[in-house]
């Protein structure tokens, strides 16, 4: 079972941050916040990981709270091509450890 | 990032055949890669562990004789649906864990399967 809580659904207007956030209460000391998205009818897309600190890269910023128990993925400026599932995911960064995934958040970007 | 790629992207085939679903990790190699199956607006089950060189291992309630999987080099493992059912349609998906970089597993491009 998935070890994440995230809401059902978001809307946010063209332009603007979208900031998904994601609980996971009970993550253990190795393992990293992986997010994910996938658009309609394709595979997931990486986004970002992170341990403990906070990350960015081109796509997205994450937020990870000092305790670990929740994090935030922002994408700084939205566009329509951003409306996906963004599935939060705690996992072992090395391994034969899969992903698990669990329903996601539903973005909409609203022009 | 790394690529990985599926062939088929979409395949229709009868009730009672078999199709093959490749999936190759591209620029990397892969000693593990895994199966998803998804249905429509639900999210991703995994259906095995893909191990090269040696069996797979199936999550529970995977019938492992009706889908095969072989991981026979470090870039391709192939899934088998056998003797197909129209309950098999469903949307596939394999990853790879990416080991060189940041060990991040990235995911291929989706097979749909159809059964008629």
């Known amino acids: 079972d998935a070890k994440t809580t995230q809401p059902t659904s978001m809307d946010c207007a063209e332009g603007r941050a979208a900031n998904l956030p994601c609980n996971h209460s009970?993550?253990?000391?190795?393992?990293?916040v992986y997010w994910y998205r996938q658009i309609h009818s394709q595979g997931p897309q990486y986004i970002i990981h992170?341990?403990?600190n906070n990350e960015t890269n081109e796509m997205a910023s994450l937020i990870i709270t000092e305790d670990r128990k929740s994090s935030t993925l922002i994408l700084p400026h939205a566009t329509l091509r951003d409306t996906a599932v963004y599935y939060c995911?705690?996992?072992?960064?090395?391994?034969?450890?899969?992903?698990?995934f669990g329903k996601g958040t539903r973005l909409s970007v609203i022009a | 990032g790394a690529v990985v790629s599926q062939h088929p992207s979409w395949v229709i085939c009868k009730s009672g055949t078999s199709v093959k679903i490749e999936c190759r990790s591209l620029?990397?190699?892969?000693?593990?890669m895994f199966w998803y199956r998804q249905f429509p607006k639900k999210s991703l089950m995994l259906m095995a562990t893909?191990?090269?060189?040696?069996?797979?291992?199936?999550e529970q309630g995977v019938e492992k004789d009706k889908f095969l999987i072989n991981h026979a080099s470090l870039t391709l493992s192939t899934l088998t649906v056998t003797s197909a059912h129209p309950e098999d349609s469903s949307f596939y998906i394999c990853?790879?864990?990416?080991?060189?970089?940041?060990?991040?597993?990235?995911f291929g491009e989706g097979s749909w399967l159809t059964v008629v």
């Open positions: 990853s790879a864990r990416e080991r060189t970089g940041g060990n991040t597993i990235y």
């Open positions: 009970t993550i253990s000391g190795n393992e990293y």
């Open positions: 992170g341990l403990k």
């Open positions: 995911i705690v996992s072992p960064n090395s391994g034969n450890t899969p992903l698990v």
């Open positions: 620029d990397f190699q892969a000693t593990t």
């Open positions: 893909s191990n090269e060189g040696s069996k797979a291992t199936y």
